[in-house]
């Protein structure tokens, strides 16, 4: 048995300049406004992190269509019934607002009892009374939509919380009713998320609907560099070995504010079926003392004497996790920061939980999806008074060689690293990328750092207002049509979302010795682009390639030369079970450490361009924080074990170096040698002579097919 090993894989600090919160005067949020002022839109996409308002902006719209643009009705589809206490009435009109958002009691269908299948005539009866706006869940909305048709419809405002629930799998049938209502083309149509990606990698929407829409993007940087209160961020894997429930005490902080996730029963890291690991953490916590009758709390006294509140939702007896639910939603505790201390859950408070005071998502084992992480994350990234430091832990048990599940464990390792490289991906400033070229000038409202804007080097520039990074790039390819714009300036955490979520690649990335790096930047990544965006040209294609791997590698060199120059920031895991805030040491990388570090990285290179990006291994700072957190015999097993599966490239792979061959020759007149020192260049001679002979082979078979007709 061994402690945990903690060290955060992301650690991000904010200026918390209450810009994010601060209302206008309709009593607006800076997304929320962003959002009203295209109001006017037929089909409004907004991409907005949690916590940053996206119900309350919806009521504004909805308020403009029903009242000025002439719709009949909205309906509002959430994920499930807790959600739809989101859209209860809210008196818009004491914040400046011109109406106040209300929904009849009758028309809330989530605080209806009976099942979602048995709401759908409710739906109906609304549709034909004079009544403004329904809630419902996605469940009631698909089963009305089938039993009535999208006909019924017509001329009303539909919105879509929750909207990466919908996808473009024709056998998602939320997806398919959308593109029919697209395409009978005769309602507006809102659709919110705070986690577009979806964790099993498959689009939200077609290329051709998408683009129908127009986007609302607030990033999570805007959101979180704008609160009040909360300044800092940490996000880690951390790994065990034997029990978790033996070992959780060294990773929870029973006086920090606490969403705990155990695992699935059905998981490697579950030893005991739900109900026991509840009460096993109960007892490592300290003596319990009761249950509290009116909220269902369990009561635990600690070592110190405190008493902590504890809420059981794993426990599915429905007089007891009712009681329990209630008390959490109980709106006259909302901010009461003493009405609660640890929730204990297993599928609950996740998507849309709303519980301001949390400041530690503690979820032990892998969950299902990238999703899931994301959402379990925001659960922590609310702002409140007095909470200025928040994280996410992901619990997960060693690989251990010698169990049968050893390839799963390391699986939900790979996914753990990948979930970390993408939230330190979407917690940073937005990348604009320019080409470096002689007729360049400095932009409006960019800050060039101390020494300004320089002609004759490649210059890193910082908006404060908008939190962009403005940066040069010689070589760089600049996206020609309007969709490749739209994708290097809104989609790029999509394309980094696939790439760090594809095995072959991570795999390759973390422990492959003899990795060239073009392998994944160059051929996988722009494998990636052809499969998602079939419709772009070859040079958009290649544009929108090299701007993701520019994004996801400037952000790891950035993370690289901030931990060499300032020392890696660890915590120790133990440090904060004294409930001092302080015992955890901060890093101390301010706000401006990613802009640091890419300018630092910028000057340090002779040349920034393209072909230095992608000599760079995307995976190689992940590399170097695993090693860190794994012991080196269980890093050995890992690499063995998964460079005992490398193949040779495929037909499709060996076709994408083709055509870097052609770009090869274009460049140096002559094509890639097999016996070159560049190992690249060999890699390209490989898969040339590689179709070269599976031409040869199927001409032979083609003939001996002949001769046999």
């Given at each position: 048995?061994?402690?945990?090993?903690?060290?955060?894989?992301?650690?991000?600090?904010?200026?918390h300049?209450?810009?994010s919160?601060?209302?206008n005067?309709?009593?607006?949020r800076?997304?929320?406004?962003?959002a009203?002022?295209?109001?006017?839109?037929?089909?409004?996409?907004?991409?907005?992190?949690?916590?940053s308002?996206?119900?309350?902006?919806?009521?504004?719209?909805?308020?403009?269509?029903?009242h000025?643009?002439?719709?009949?009705?909205?309906?509002?589809?959430?994920?499930?019934?807790?959600?739809?206490?989101?859209?209860?009435?809210?008196?818009?009109?004491?914040?400046?607002f011109?109406?106040?958002?209300?929904?009849?009691?009758?028309?809330?269908?989530?605080?209806?009892?009976?099942?979602?299948?048995?709401?759908?005539?409710?739906?109906?009866?609304?549709?034909?009374?004079?009544a403004?706006?329904?809630?419902?869940?996605?469940?009631?909305?698909?089963f009305?939509?089938?039993?009535?048709?999208?006909?019924?419809?017509?001329?009303?405002?539909?919105?879509?919380?929750?909207?990466h629930?919908?996808?473009?799998?024709?056998?998602?049938?939320?997806?398919?009713?959308?593109?029919?209502?697209?395409?009978?083309?005769k309602?507006?149509?809102m659709?919110?998320?705070?986690s577009?990606?979806?964790?099993?990698?498959?689009?939200?929407?077609?290329p051709?609907?998408?683009?129908k829409?127009?986007?609302?993007?607030?990033?999570?940087?805007?959101q979180?560099?704008?609160?009040?209160?909360?300044?800092?961020?940490?996000?880690?894997?951390?790994?065990?070995?034997?029990?978790?429930?033996?070992?959780?005490?060294?990773?929870?902080?029973?006086h920090e504010?606490?969403?705990?996730?155990i695992?699935?029963?059905?998981?490697?890291?579950?030893?005991?079926?739900?109900?026991?690991?509840?009460?096993?953490?109960?007892?490592?916590l300290?003596?319990?003392?009761?249950?509290?009758?009116?909220t269902?709390?369990?009561?635990?006294?600690?070592?110190?004497?405190?008493?902590l509140?504890?809420?059981?939702?794993?426990?599915?007896?429905?007089?007891?996790?009712?009681?329990?639910?209630?008390?959490l939603?109980?709106?006259?505790?909302?901010?009461n920061?003493?009405?609660?201390?640890?929730?204990?859950?297993l599928g609950?408070?996740?998507?849309?939980?709303?519980?301001?005071?949390?400041?530690h998502?503690?979820?032990?084992?892998?969950?299902?999806?990238?999703?899931?992480?994301?959402?379990?994350?925001g659960?922590a990234?609310?702002?409140?008074p007095?909470k200025?430091?928040?994280?996410?832990?992901?619990?997960?048990?060693?690989?251990?060689?010698?169990?049968?599940?050893?390839?799963?464990?390391v699986?939900?390792?790979?996914?753990?690293i990948a979930?970390?490289l993408?939230?330190?991906?979407?917690?940073?400033?937005?990348?604009?990328?320019k080409p470096?070229?002689?007729?360049?000038?400095?932009?409006?409202?960019?800050?060039?750092?101390?020494?300004?804007?320089?002609?004759?080097?490649?210059?890193?520039?910082?908006?404060?207002?908008?939190?962009?990074?403005?940066?040069?790039?010689?070589?760089?390819?600049?996206?020609?049509?309007?969709?490749?714009?739209r994708?290097?300036?809104?989609?790029?955490?999509?394309?980094?979302?696939?790439?760090?979520?594809?095995?072959?690649?991570?795999?390759?990335?973390?422990f492959?010795?003899d990795?060239?790096?073009?392998?994944?930047?160059?051929?996988?990544?722009?494998?990636?682009?052809?499969?998602?965006?079939?419709?772009?040209d070859?040079?958009?294609?290649?544009?929108?390639?090299?701007?993701?791997?520019?994004?996801?590698?400037?952000?790891?060199?950035?993370?690289?030369?901030?931990?060499?120059?300032r020392?890696?920031?660890?915590v120790?895991?133990?440090?904060?079970?004294?409930?001092?805030?302080e015992?955890?040491e901060?890093?101390?990388?301010?706000?401006?450490?990613?802009?640091?570090?890419?300018?630092q990285?910028?000057?340090?290179?002779?040349?920034?361009?393209m072909?230095l990006?992608?000599?760079?291994?995307?995976f190689?700072?992940?590399y170097?924080?695993?090693?860190?957190?794994?012991s080196?015999?269980?890093?050995?097993?890992?690499?063995?074990?998964?460079?005992?599966?490398?193949?040779?490239?495929?037909?499709?792979?060996?076709?994408?170096?083709?055509?870097?061959?052609?770009?090869?020759?274009?460049e140096r007149?002559?094509?890639?040698?097999p016996t070159s020192?560049?190992?690249?260049?060999?890699?390209?001679?490989?898969?040339?002579?590689?179709?070269r002979?599976?031409?040869?082979?199927?001409?032979?078979a083609?003939?001996q097919?002949?001769?046999?007709s």
């Amino acid at each position: 048995m061994t402690q945990p090993i903690a060290i955060p894989a992301v650690s991000v600090t904010y200026d918390h300049d209450g810009r994010s919160t601060k209302p206008n005067e309709f009593g607006m949020r800076p997304m929320q406004e962003r959002a009203y002022q295209k109001r006017g839109e037929q089909y409004l996409l907004i991409k907005s992190p949690p916590a940053s308002g996206k119900s309350r902006a919806l009521m504004f719209i909805a308020l403009d269509k029903l009242h000025n643009q002439g719709l009949k009705q909205a309906i509002i589809a959430v994920p499930e019934k807790s959600i739809g206490s989101s859209f209860h009435n809210e008196p818009l009109s004491q914040f400046g607002f011109w109406a106040d958002w209300q929904v009849e009691p009758r028309w809330n269908l989530c605080d209806a009892p009976g099942t979602d299948g048995g709401k759908v005539d409710a739906v109906q009866k609304f549709l034909d009374s004079n009544a403004k706006a329904l809630v419902c869940t996605h469940a009631t909305f698909r089963f009305a939509v089938e039993k009535f048709g999208i006909e019924c419809l017509d001329d009303r405002l539909i919105a879509i919380d929750e909207f990466h629930h919908v996808s473009a799998n024709p056998d998602n049938k939320l997806g398919d009713q959308i593109r029919q209502l697209m395409a009978r083309d005769k309602i507006h149509l809102m659709a919110m998320t705070g986690s577009y990606f979806r964790g099993d990698a498959e689009a939200v929407l077609h290329p051709d609907d998408e683009s129908k829409f127009e986007t609302v993007t607030y990033t999570y940087y805007e959101q979180l560099n704008g609160y009040q209160y909360l300044k800092q961020l940490d996000i880690g894997y951390y790994f065990y070995s034997g029990s978790y429930s033996d070992q959780i005490m060294e990773v929870l902080n029973p006086h920090e504010k606490t969403i705990l996730h155990i695992p699935n029963v059905n998981s490697r890291e579950s030893h005991m079926d739900k109900i026991a690991q509840v009460e096993h953490i109960i007892e490592a916590l300290g003596e319990w003392q009761g249950v509290d009758p009116e909220t269902g709390f369990q009561r635990v006294k600690l070592p110190d004497g405190h008493i902590l509140k504890v809420a059981d939702l794993v426990d599915d007896d429905p007089n007891k996790r009712d009681r329990v639910a209630a008390a959490l939603k109980d709106p006259a505790q909302k901010n009461n920061r003493d009405h609660v201390d640890l929730i204990i859950a297993l599928g609950m408070a996740k998507e849309g939980f709303d519980w301001i005071w949390c400041e530690h998502a503690l979820t032990v084992g892998y969950r299902s999806s990238l999703t899931e992480i994301i959402q379990i994350i925001g659960r922590a990234t609310r702002d409140a008074p007095g909470k200025t430091r928040a994280r996410f832990t992901n619990l997960i048990a060693e690989p251990d060689a010698a169990e049968e599940a050893v390839t799963e464990a390391v699986n939900d390792t790979l996914k753990a690293i990948a979930a970390s490289l993408l939230m330190e991906q979407v917690l940073t400033p937005r990348f604009d990328f320019k080409p470096k070229q002689t007729s360049n000038e400095p932009t409006p409202g960019f800050d060039y750092g101390p020494e300004g804007y320089q002609p004759d080097r490649c210059n890193v520039g910082f908006n404060h207002s908008t939190g962009q990074i403005e940066l040069e790039i010689k070589g760089l390819v600049e996206p020609k049509s309007r969709e490749a714009q739209r994708i290097c300036q809104e989609d790029l955490t999509e394309l980094v979302t696939a790439f760090v979520q594809d095995k072959p690649s991570i795999e390759r990335g973390l422990f492959a010795e003899d990795l060239m790096p073009q392998e994944l930047t160059q051929a996988r990544m722009g494998q990636i682009v052809r499969e998602k965006f079939p419709n772009l040209d070859r040079e958009d294609q290649e544009s929108v390639r090299q701007h993701a791997i520019a994004a996801l590698n400037l952000v790891q060199q950035s993370k690289r030369i901030v931990n060499e120059t300032r020392g890696t920031y660890t915590v120790n895991a133990q440090a904060g079970l004294t409930g001092d805030a302080e015992a955890i040491e901060p890093p101390t990388t301010p706000n401006t450490a990613l802009l640091d570090g890419v300018r630092q990285f910028a000057l340090s290179v002779t040349e920034l361009d393209m072909d230095l990006i992608d000599r760079i291994n995307p995976f190689g700072e992940a590399y170097a924080i695993l090693a860190k957190s794994m012991s080196e015999d269980r890093l050995k097993q890992v690499a063995e074990i998964i460079n005992a599966k490398r193949t040779n490239f495929t037909l499709e792979q060996a076709r994408i170096l083709a055509d870097r061959a052609k770009e090869f020759r274009q460049e140096r007149g002559r094509l890639p040698s097999p016996t070159s020192a560049d190992p690249w260049e060999r890699e390209i001679a490989a898969a040339i002579a590689f179709l070269r002979q599976k031409v040869i082979a199927d001409q032979r078979a083609n003939a001996q097919d002949d001769q046999r007709s």
